[in-house]
C-alpha cells in the first residue's frame, strides 16, 4: 500500500486567509494598469525543493534511467511500434497534440493523452483517476488492446530475452533483480517523477524578479487567485489540487462518477497542472477546445450556467453557450463573476507566464513515508479540503467519525485487503462512521480530493 504525504497546506491557508482579509492587495485595477499582488500569496506558488518518491519505490538514479530506457522502448506495444514517448512527446509537453489519442488502428481514443509532467505530486492517475498511484499507471496503456496490445507475459519475456536490459534490471533492482511486470512499472514510475516542468517567468517573479512577468500577467495572477476563484482547482505550485470536477463540458462521458459509482461526480473529471500550457494543446480532456483563449472563454460562460443554477442543482436548465451544459453534476468551484475581454486576456497573459524558458533547478529527491507523528483520537475533520488531524491511532473496532464541517463536499475512501469502503458523496454538515476490523495501518482518502489523505493505524 502506497502512503502519500502533502506538506505545504499550512503556507496556502495563510495565503488564502491573507487574500481574505486584503482583498484589495490582489485586485486587477479596474482600468487594466498596474497591480500590486501580495508577496505571502506569491509564496504558496513556490517550487518545492525536492520531487517526492514513495518509500516502497524509491529513488535511484539507476532506476530512473532504466525507466526512460523503458519509456523509449518500443517493445511495450505488441507490435514492437509504438513506445510510451510515441503519444508521450517531450515536445509537446509530454503530450501528442491531438483532441484524443490516436488507437493502434489510427481511430480516436474517447480522451487526449493526459501530460506527465508533475506527475510526481499527483495522487490518482487518468483522466477518471482509475490508477492508484503511477506504479499501477505504468501498464494500463501498455494492455490496453486500442494503445499498446502488449500482454506482460510477452512483454516479461522479449525484455528478459535482452542481455543489456537484464543487467540494467539487476543494477537498478539488486534485491530483486528478475525482470517482472512490477519491476518494469517501478521503474517506469521512476522516470516518470523525475519529469517536471521547468523554470518559467513566473517562478521568477515569485523568487523576487518584480520585471519577469507583464503586468497584464500580474493582474491576470490578481484575477486567478480572488475574484476569478480559478485558485479554488488550480492550488499550488504545479497549479492542480488533482481533484475531479464537471466544469460543464458536452460530453457523454461520466468519467469520475463511473469509477467511484456516484452519479454526483458524473461528468467529473482530473484538474490538470497549467505548467506549459503553451505546448500542451488542444485542450481539456476531450481536446474540445484548441486555444487558452477558449478555455478562459467557457469558465466566462460557465458564469452564467451556475448563476442559472437553483439550490437543489435541479438538472438540465439547457445551456448557456453552444460549449457548455448545466446539470446537477457541476463543480460547486465553478467561477461566479463575471469576466470582461480585458479580464480574459489578462487571465491568458498569466497562464502563459507559466510556460518554462529554462531547465528546471538541480534534481534532489526525497522519500515520502508514513507521517512521522499521529494523534490518539476517533473525532476527524474535512474542514479546508484536509482530514484533520492527518494521522490518528485508534484501538480495533473503535467507531472513527469523520465529519464533513467545510463548504465543499467529500467522500471516504478505503481500498485495502482488510477494509474497503466507499461512503458515497457527503454533503458538508453529514458524518461518516467507520471502523477498522483488524490491527495495520490503513490509508483513507477522499474520492473527489484525493489529495486529502488520513493514515489510521489500528492496534
Excluded at 508577496?39 to 524509491?58: H, I, K, T
Excluded at 517573479?205 to 503586468?215: K, P
Excluded at 448557456?320 to 479580464?343: G, Y
Excluded at 476490523?437 to 489529495?451: L, M, N, Q, R, S
Aim: with cysteine; charged share 20%; glycine share 8%.
Amino acid at each position: 500500500m502506497r502512503i502519500r504525504i502533502f506538506i505545504g497546506s499550512a503556507v496556502w491557508a495563510a495565503a488564502l486567509l491573507s487574500l481574505l482579509l486584503h482583498p484589495a492587495d490582489a485586485h486587477a485595477a479596474a482600468d487594466g494598469g498596474a497591480v500590486e499582488v501580495d508577496r505571502d500569496l506569491l509564496a504558496a506558488f513556490e517550487r518545492p525543493a525536492a520531487v517526492p518518491f514513495p518509500a516502497d519505490n524509491p529513488y535511484t538514479p539507476e532506476k530512473a534511467a532504466l525507466g526512460e530506457r523503458l519509456f523509449h522502448d518500443p517493445r511495450l506495444s505488441g507490435a514492437d511500434d509504438r513506445s510510451c514517448a510515441s503519444c508521450h512527446i517531450p515536445e509537446r509537453g509530454f503530450e501528442d497534440g491531438l483532441p484524443t489519442g490516436a488507437a493502434i488502428d489510427g481511430t480516436p481514443l474517447g480522451r487526449r493523452v493526459p501530460t506527465i509532467l508533475n506527475a510526481a505530486w499527483g495522487a490518482l492517475f487518468f483522466w477518471d483517476g482509475r490508477a492508484d498511484g503511477l506504479e499501477d499507471q505504468a501498464l494500463g496503456p501498455v494492455q490496453n488492446p486500442r494503445e499498446m496490445n502488449q500482454t506482460l507475459p510477452e512483454l516479461v519475456g522479449e525484455l528478459k530475452a535482452d542481455p543489456d536490459l537484464v543487467a540494467a534490471f539487476a543494477t537498478a533492482f539488486p534485491d530483486r533483480p528478475e525482470i517482472t511486470a512490477d519491476t518494469i512499472a517501478a521503474a517506469l514510475a521512476t522516470f516518470e517523477r523525475t519529469v517536471v516542468s521547468g523554470i518559467a517567468p513566473f517562478d521568477r517573479w515569485v523568487a523576487g524578479d518584480d520585471g519577469a512577468v507583464s503586468a497584464a500577467a500580474k493582474r491576470g495572477f490578481a484575477l486567478f487567485t480572488g475574484e476569478a476563484g480559478c485558485v479554488s482547482c488550480h492550488s499550488g505550485w504545479a497549479f492542480t489540487d488533482n481533484a475531479f470536477h464537471d466544469i460543464g463540458l458536452p460530453d457523454p462521458d461520466v468519467g469520475r462518477g463511473e469509477i467511484l459509482g456516484m452519479a454526483e461526480l458524473n461528468h467529473a473529471f482530473k484538474t490538470p497542472t497549467l505548467r506549459d500550457l503553451g505546448a500542451r494543446g488542444p485542450y481539456m480532456h476531450n481536446g474540445m477546445l484548441t486555444t487558452l483563449e477558449q478555455v478562459v472563454g467557457h469558465y466566462a460562460h460557465v458564469r452564467d450556467m451556475t448563476h442559472a443554477m437553483d439550490a437543489s442543482h435541479a438538472m438540465h436548465h439547457g445551456k448557456a453557450h453552444p460549449e457548455t451544459v448545466t446539470r446537477a453534476s457541476l463543480s460547486p468551484d465553478l467561477p461566479k463573476v463575471d469576466l470582461s475581454a480585458q479580464d480574459q486576456a489578462d487571465l491568458v497573459a498569466f497562464l502563459m507566464s507559466l510556460d518554462a524558458d529554462a531547465a528546471p533547478p538541480p534534481f534532489r529527491a526525497e522519500t515520502i513515508g508514513l507521517p512521522a507523528t499521529t494523534v490518539t483520537t476517533t473525532e476527524i475533520s474535512q474542514k479546508d479540503k484536509q482530514f484533520q488531524p492527518g494521522a490518528i491511532t485508534v484501538k480495533v473496532g473503535a467507531t472513527v467519525h469523520v465529519l464533513n464541517d467545510d463548504t465543499r463536499s467529500h467522500n471516504v475512501r478505503v481500498d485495502d485487503p482488510k477494509l474497503t469502503l466507499n461512503s458515497g458523496y457527503q454533503d458538508p454538515g453529514q458524518s461518516v462512521e467507520l471502523s477498522f476490523p483488524e490491527a495495520g495501518t490503513y490509508h483513507v482518502f477522499c474520492g473527489i480530493h484525493p489529495k486529502m489523505e488520513l493514515v489510521v493505524t489500528a492496534e
